[in-house]
């Protein structure tokens, strides 16, 4: 299995408090991604980090931000959660280059109430 | 809309039988990956077939692709109570100079001992 770990693993929190998911890899690769999963929606993408301190959004980006400070370290915060986001979290990382597939970790499941 | 449809939804099989899942999807694309996901796991990179190959095996797994009809199969022959899972078509696109993985909703498979 890919070297990643997804800490914690499950969190309840309250509406309107800030939470950070992390994402940890020992592959060394440049390139790692932030999920959300939801019933009838599949796997959506929040944000991706293409090496340290570079990040971009994906489809789903609003109320989340991310930092990359360290090339095994990505991190997903929501500033002040809402119940919406209420979901599982997945991070993954790829390889350099195209055509190379994902790894993923074990997902966060995250209850906001 | 979703850039990867698989159909079916769900399909239950006895083991021993063949399980055939389909994927559409809209735009051209670099490849197209499948994924399996057993419950409360992260997703599991079965197999990735490039645009330019239209047939792709790894053991029991055969994988189609047909880029004028944009779409994919996945084939599992003579399936095990173990391959019951959620299985997901990815197709990989090149934007903003990287590679993201667009998701379908997946195909929930069961194989019944």
């Known amino acids: 299995d890919a070297g990643i770990t997804q800490s914690p693993r499950h969190k309840v929190t309250e509406t309107g408090t800030p939470v950070t998911l992390r994402c940890h890899q020992t592959e060394n690769h440049r390139y790692m991604y932030w999920y959300r999963q939801d019933p009838g929606h599949g796997l959506r993408l929040i944000h991706y980090?293409?090496?340290?301190?570079?990040?971009d959004k994906g489809e789903v980006s609003d109320g989340y931000s991310v930092s990359r400070s360290k090339t095994e370290d990505f991190l997903l915060t929501l500033e002040s959660a809402t119940s919406s986001q209420t979901s599982v979290y997945f991070c993954?990382?790829?390889?350099?280059?195209?055509?190379?597939?994902?790894?993923f970790g074990d997902g966060t499941r995250l209850s906001i109430l | 809309s979703q850039q990867g449809e698989e159909d079916p939804q769900a399909l239950s099989i006895q083991e021993g039988e063949n399980a055939t899942m389909n994927c559409s999807y809209k735009t051209s694309i670099n490849n197209l990956q499948w994924y399996r996901q057993n419950s409360g796991r992260g997703l599991v990179h079965l197999i990735l077939?490039?645009?330019?190959?239209r047939e792709k095996h790894s053991g029991r797994l055969r994988v189609t692709l047909d880029t004028s009809k944009k779409s994919s199969s996945l084939l599992i022959t003579a399936s095990r109570a173990a391959d019951t899972a959620s299985y997901f078509c990815?197709?990989?696109?090149?934007?903003?100079?990287?590679?993201?993985?667009?998701f379908g909703k997946g195909t929930k498979l069961t194989v019944n001992p």
């Open positions: 077939i490039r645009s330019n190959e």
């Open positions: 980090s293409y090496g340290v301190k570079d990040t």
């Open positions: 993954a990382i790829r390889g350099h280059g195209f055509n190379q597939p994902q790894h």
């Open positions: 990815a197709t990989g696109l090149t934007q903003g100079g990287s590679e993201k993985l667009v």
